[in-house]
């Protein structure tokens, strides 16, 4: 078990994924750098990270994936010409996501599943605790789910897993969390992990969302850890032991997230987030809400 007050820093996104539910866009371009409005998808995540301290991100890439690291550095072709225009605003939004953060990079070689991508990260990780992202989920920011979680692992030590209520008929799409109450409200004890159960066998209603603060002995159940559902090393597989037994890394504790939570992974959540966000945007907002609200009344 680590220290309970060791300060989490690091980060790690999982983004080797081939985005074939989103081809043929994905064919050339990564899924992470779909735009979400005006932002891809990934700039959204490793914001939050930095929101929540961790300052020290990871990235877990694959073939095709360059882009990513392009958009995290300097561009200074781009910056120079933004800058002989006097396009400051410009320039500032090119700027900002080579300066966000402390960008690592390694590839994941074989893709064996999620479990095997946070394998990937240990020679970075080390021994600390860190928190992992996954890039199809965004969380608003003015409900910060992340910076809760990192809060309770300093406090309880072990892992934090993101929880959310679905609907029993969507409970096969997630991993599953049998749960104990605590004496804070949002969140509870976790006793067993189910990855993708059938409806009647669940455990709970209480799904995994992409958000973990994980103790580093899970790297060592991931190396032992076979394969599974889908043939692939799954990550809800080593969280499972880690919360059958609390003497090999802590306890494993759950954050029920009640916030806005945006699944990018899904085209219709895309669609819906990226209108969602258009609308509250305040140079963005007025004019688009107005014309949606004719198009609903007069095409629909």
Same mark, same amino acid.
Request: charged share 25%; hydrophobic share 40%.
């Given at each position: 078990?680590?220290?309970?007050?060791?300060?989490?820093?690091?980060?790690?996104?999982?983004?080797?994924?081939?985005?074939?539910?989103?081809?043929?866009?994905?064919?050339?371009?990564?899924?992470?750098?779909?735009?979400?409005?005006?932002?891809?998808?990934?700039?959204?995540?490793?914001?939050?990270?930095?929101?929540?301290?961790?300052? *020290? @991100?990871?990235?877990? #890439?694959?073939?095709?994936?360059? !882009?990513?690291?392009?958009?995290?550095?300097? $561009? &200074?072709?781009?910056?120079?010409?933004?800058?002989?225009?006097?396009?400051?605003?410009?320039?500032?939004?090119?700027?900002?996501?080579?300066?966000?953060?402390?960008?690592?990079?390694?590839?994941?070689?074989?893709?064996?599943?999620?479990?095997?991508?946070?394998?990937?990260?240990?020679?970075?990780?080390?021994?600390?605790?860190?928190?992992?992202?996954?890039?199809?989920?965004?969380?608003?920011?003015?409900?910060?789910?992340?910076?809760?979680?990192?809060?309770?692992?300093?406090?309880?030590?072990?892992?934090?897993?993101?929880?959310?209520?679905?609907?029993?008929?969507?409970?096969?799409?997630?991993?599953?969390?049998?749960?104990?109450?605590?004496?804070?409200? *949002? @969140?509870?004890?976790? #006793?067993?992990?189910?990855?993708? !159960?059938?409806?009647?066998?669940?455990?709970? $209603? &209480?799904?995994?969302?992409?958000?973990?603060?994980?103790?580093?002995?899970?790297?060592?159940?991931?190396?032992?850890?076979?394969?599974?559902?889908?043939?692939?090393?799954?990550?809800?597989?080593?969280?499972?032991?880690?919360?059958?037994?609390?003497?090999?890394?802590?306890?494993?504790?759950?954050?029920?997230?009640?916030?806005?939570?945006?699944?990018?992974?899904?085209?219709?959540?895309?669609?819906?987030?990226?209108?969602?966000?258009?609308?509250?945007?305040?140079?963005?907002?007025?004019?688009?809400?107005?014309?949606?609200?004719?198009?609903?009344?007069?095409?629909?």
């Amino acid at each position: 078990m680590t220290d309970a007050h060791t300060r989490i820093t690091k980060a790690v996104i999982p983004a080797a994924g081939l985005g074939t539910r989103f081809l043929p866009a994905t064919k050339a371009t990564p899924k992470e750098m779909l735009p979400v409005v005006d932002k891809p998808a990934i700039q959204y995540v490793v914001e939050e990270a930095v929101s929540a301290g961790l300052d *020290d @991100v990871l990235m877990i #890439t694959g073939r095709n994936k360059r !882009p990513l690291e392009d958009h995290f550095d300097r $561009n &200074y072709e781009l910056e120079s010409a933004l800058q002989k225009k006097g396009d400051a605003a410009r320039l500032a939004k090119v700027q900002e996501s080579s300066d966000l953060a402390t960008m690592h990079y390694v590839r994941q070689g074989d893709p064996r599943g999620l479990g095997h991508a946070v394998l990937c990260a240990e020679p970075h990780v080390g021994q600390e605790p860190f928190a992992v992202l996954l890039g199809d989920d965004l969380i608003d920011p003015r409900d910060p789910l992340l910076a809760r979680m990192v809060d309770i692992q300093e406090r309880h030590g072990g892992s934090v897993v993101a929880l959310m209520e679905v609907a029993p008929s969507q409970i096969h799409l997630y991993g599953c969390a049998a749960v104990q109450a605590t004496e804070e409200g *949002d @969140v509870v004890k976790v #006793t067993d992990l189910v990855e993708k !159960p059938d409806p009647a066998d669940a455990p709970s $209603n &209480y799904a995994v969302i992409g958000r973990y603060v994980l103790d580093p002995h899970v790297f060592g159940i991931l190396r032992t850890t076979e394969p599974g559902r889908g043939g692939e090393i799954q990550l809800t597989d080593a969280l499972q032991q880690l919360a059958a037994d609390e003497k090999i890394g802590g306890p494993v504790h759950g954050v029920v997230f009640t916030g806005r939570r945006y699944d990018t992974g899904d085209r219709g959540d895309y669609l819906r987030a990226i209108v969602r966000l258009a609308c509250e945007r305040e140079d963005l907002g007025p004019d688009f809400r107005s014309w949606l609200r004719s198009y609903v009344t007069e095409e629909m």
